[in-house]
């Protein structure tokens, strides 16, 4: 090969490790902005992943809570940031979650229709959430959970989403709106029912593939749980206070499976 070319070869080798580096800064961006923000909303502190014994885990905290409440507050798999990132799939593929499809339009432009079941109520929350992340708007944010949120829950400002969104538009340095540069899509990829009480009542969760445009695209896995009560015949975001923080994993991985992830299975598609 002449050396002519050798120029352009190193070039072209620069330009790879920038891109890629760019793409790490995404990644970063995204963890910060979706995962850690989730945590502080639900905590107040970010996920501590290390190992304590149950004794350790268990002290200076206040007597179990009981019946919904203890449904909503028993922890999930603590996971790290890294299991967010994309990796490779399981050996063996986890179960899945059939869950049905909206049957039509409701407020704020959220897919709505979905029935009175735990599936049911995995697929309102997912519509949900997906408008917002791809939304990245806080007027937008405000809107959906005034029109989707009962009264006696933690409130707009302090409500998961609203946090994820500030600290993304925040991250890339925005106003109250992404600009055209930036792409978010958000898509479901799993989902669980962590407990119900009753017909009317359950603690869902769904984890989102989320792909996020910068100049280059970047993925995570986001997992996100709520309180569902059936309420003016649809699924709404219940009061109280929010569920322990779900498991972001990179929907279809081993640790995914492990912290009770199950494969969404959207019947259109079938």
């Known amino acids: 090969m002449s050396a002519s070319r050798r120029p352009a070869e190193a070039w072209g080798r620069i330009r790879l490790l920038l891109i890629l580096a760019a793409a790490v800064l995404v990644v970063v961006v995204l963890v910060a902005g979706l995962v850690l923000a989730g945590t502080y909303a639900v905590t107040g502190a970010p996920q501590d992943s290390g190992n304590r014994s149950p004794q350790s885990i268990g002290e200076n905290l206040p007597a179990a ?149 910068i100049s280059v695209e970047a993925r995570i896995g986001y997992g996100y749980c709520e309180r569902m009560q059936w309420h003016d015949r649809r699924w709404m975001i219940a009061p109280g206070a929010p569920p322990a923080q779900a498991p972001s994993t990179w929907p279809g991985s081993e640790l995914s499976i492990r912290a009770g992830w199950r494969t969404w299975v959207d019947p259109v598609q079938e």
Request: charged share 15%; hydrophobic share 45%; glycine share 12%.
């Open 65 to 213: 809570p009981t019946g919904q409440d203890a449904i909503a507050a028993a922890p999930m798999l603590q996971v790290d940031r890294q299991a967010a990132l994309p990796t490779a799939p399981a050996a063996v593929p986890g179960p899945t979650m059939r869950i049905p499809s909206s049957t039509g339009a409701g407020r704020a432009g959220i897919a709505a229709g979905f029935p009175r079941t735990p599936e049911g109520a995995v697929g309102q929350l997912a519509a949900i959430a997906a408008q917002v992340l791809q939304g990245m708007s806080i007027t937008y944010t405000n809107d959906v959970y005034h029109q989707w949120a009962m009264p006696g829950g933690v409130g707009v400002t302090e409500w998961t989403m609203t946090r994820n969104v500030q600290a993304f538009l925040g991250a890339a340095r925005m106003g109250q709106d992404t600009d055209r540069a930036v792409n978010v899509v958000a898509i479901p990829a799993a989902g669980q029912v962590k407990g119900v009480d009753g017909l009317d009542w359950a603690v869902v969760c769904v984890l989102f593939e989320v792909r996020a445009t």
